[in-house]
């Protein structure tokens, strides 16, 4: 499947419902990351570099803004957030808007361009809200251990630590399990991790904190990933229930549904296709 027909697969509502316009906007997002992807010396010039990182936030909030807006409800100031996979900075941006300046929020993000675009937004946001954002440049799974980030060269948020199909190139990362780094941000109020199916094995190196701090989970499901990290999809449902957590599935517009742990095959449509769980501890 081309890299263009799988952009436009996810932006599309699961429904078969969408915005024409939304879908243009971030077909059109991918074309410009491909160009800055490829024009190595294009993405150091600091104006392409600004204006990459706005055209991707415009992006998500299009696809994301109400989904997000929900989410946050469960948040105040002075929360701490952790926020796995940041990519280019719109979760965390939209996070310490609403935790401000008493808040922290931890973005972890390995992959060198992504996180170089997500210092700049989270630059411009720490300037207008004053919301403090922190950036870890490494990876987080089950426990220590040097990996292998593998970049997906026509979409840089879908880098994973295990090889993908197409167009990537590889790069040497440090993994840390969220248990070892916790005692530096303990209690942590929110967890949102979109690490494209390295999750259950981020999970499984966060049993700690789950238990200690009782985090709000937003987390990412894609069954294929999570197959192909070596996992079993479900694992990842049932490790978060067998926590003693509510587990719900959203829709585009952050309406919540209870997942049924024996209907996971309905969760999304298609061999590609994922979505967002938010576990609520009970």
Same mark, same amino acid.
């Given at each position: 499947?081309?890299? =263009?027909?799988?952009?436009?697969?996810?932006?599309?509502?699961?429904?078969?419902?969408?915005?024409?316009?939304?879908?243009?906007?971030?077909?059109?997002?991918? +074309?410009?990351?491909?160009?800055?992807?490829?024009?190595?010396?294009?993405?150091? @010039?600091?104006?392409?570099?600004? =204006?990459?990182? /706005?055209?991707?936030?415009?992006?998500?909030?299009?696809?994301?803004?109400?989904?997000?807006?929900? #989410?946050?409800?469960?948040?105040?100031? $002075?929360?701490?957030?952790?926020?796995? %996979?940041?990519? +280019?900075?719109?979760?965390?941006?939209?996070?310490? $808007?609403?935790? %401000?300046?008493?808040?922290?929020?931890?973005?972890?993000?390995?992959?060198?361009?992504?996180?170089?675009? @997500?210092?700049?937004?989270?630059?411009?946001?720490?300037?207008?809200?004053?919301? +403090?954002?922190?950036?870890?440049?490494?990876?987080?799974? &089950?426990?220590?251990?040097?990996?292998?980030?593998?970049?997906?060269?026509?979409?840089?948020?879908?880098?994973?630590?295990?090889?993908?199909?197409?167009?990537?190139?590889?790069?040497?990362?440090? #993994? &840390?399990?969220?248990?070892?780094?916790? !005692?530096?941000? &303990?209690?942590?109020?929110?967890?949102?991790?979109?690490?494209?199916?390295?999750?259950?094995?981020?999970?499984?190196?966060?049993?700690?904190?789950?238990?200690?701090?009782?985090?709000?989970?937003?987390?990412?499901?894609?069954?294929?990933?999570? +197959?192909?990290?070596?996992?079993?999809? /479900?694992?990842? #449902?049932?490790?978060?229930?067998?926590?003693?957590?509510?587990?719900?599935?959203?829709?585009?517009?952050?309406?919540?549904?209870?997942?049924? !742990?024996?209907?996971? =095959?309905? @969760?999304?449509?298609?061999?590609?296709?994922?979505?967002?769980?938010?576990?609520?501890?009970?």
């Amino acid at each position: 499947m081309s890299a =263009a027909r799988r952009l436009y697969q996810r932006v599309w509502n699961e429904d078969g419902t969408g915005s024409v316009f939304h879908a243009a906007v971030l077909l059109g997002g991918f +074309a410009v990351t491909k160009l800055f992807v490829t024009l190595g010396w294009a993405r150091r @010039l600091p104006p392409i570099r600004r =204006a990459y990182g /706005s055209l991707y936030l415009y992006g998500k909030s299009l696809r994301d803004k109400k989904k997000t807006e929900y #989410v946050l409800t469960h948040l105040q100031p $002075g929360d701490v957030v952790v926020d796995v %996979g940041a990519g +280019a900075g719109y979760f965390a941006v939209c996070a310490a $808007g609403k935790v %401000g300046p008493s808040g922290r929020v931890i973005c972890i993000e390995p992959e060198p361009i992504s996180r170089g675009l @997500l210092e700049i937004n989270t630059r411009r946001v720490a300037s207008e809200t004053r919301g +403090a954002c922190e950036i870890l440049g490494i990876a987080v799974g &089950e426990r220590r251990q040097n990996g292998v980030l593998h970049v997906c060269e026509w979409n840089l948020g879908e880098s994973t630590l295990f090889p993908i199909d197409v167009g990537t190139r590889e790069c040497g990362v440090q #993994v &840390e399990s969220l248990d070892a780094l916790r !005692p530096a941000w &303990e209690p942590v109020r929110m967890l949102k991790i979109d690490a494209q199916g390295w999750e259950a094995h981020i999970l499984r190196g966060a049993l700690n904190l789950l238990r200690s701090d009782r985090p709000i989970v937003l987390i990412e499901y894609w069954p294929f990933g999570l +197959a192909n990290s070596g996992g079993n999809p /479900s694992e990842l #449902v049932s490790l978060l229930l067998s926590m003693n957590y509510r587990v719900y599935r959203l829709d585009r517009d952050g309406y919540p549904q209870v997942v049924d !742990p024996g209907g996971l =095959a309905d @969760l999304t449509v298609g061999a590609r296709s994922q979505c967002d769980l938010l576990a609520l501890p009970a």
